[in-house]
């Protein structure tokens, strides 16, 4: 069984940071790209950052220059810190990641359950 498992979300306050993790784990030979996602009450999901297995970002326009995406592959493990954060920021984050199975090398997307990111004073 292949998971991935954010953690980090919670109530900030506008302007502050939080950081989130997404954790990998199960029967994985390799992890190529990584993304994170949020989707926001009444809204689609949207693309917040990617990132590949060599480190290369990309980032919504929304998000650059405050959040940060970074990556651990020895850990399977990716972090996205963001900084001045605002009430539209608020959403649930999701973790995705490509990866390919131990054994059959086969490649498969995966979600984790989410986190709850909520920006209010």
């Known amino acids: 069984q292949v998971q991935l498992v954010e953690s980090g979300g919670g109530l900030v306050q506008p302007g502050g940071p939080l950081r989130l993790s997404c954790a990998a784990s199960?029967?994985?030979?390799?992890?190529?790209?990584m993304g994170w996602y949020r989707q926001a009450p009444g809204k689609q999901r949207e693309l917040v950052a990617t990132?590949?297995?060599?480190?290369?970002?990309i980032y919504a326009d929304s998000v650059k220059g405050r959040f940060t995406f970074s990556r651990d592959n020895a850990q399977n493990t990716v972090w996205l810190r963001m900084n001045s954060l605002k009430a539209e920021d608020t959403a649930v984050y999701y973790c995705?990641?490509?990866?390919?199975?131990?054994?059959?090398?086969?490649?498969?997307?995966?979600w984790g359950q989410g986190t709850l990111v909520t920006v209010s004073s």
């Open positions: 995705n990641a490509d990866l390919v199975l131990r054994g059959s090398n086969r490649h498969l997307e995966v």
């Open positions: 990132i590949t297995s060599g480190g290369s970002t």
């Open positions: 199960g029967s994985i030979l390799d992890i190529n790209a």
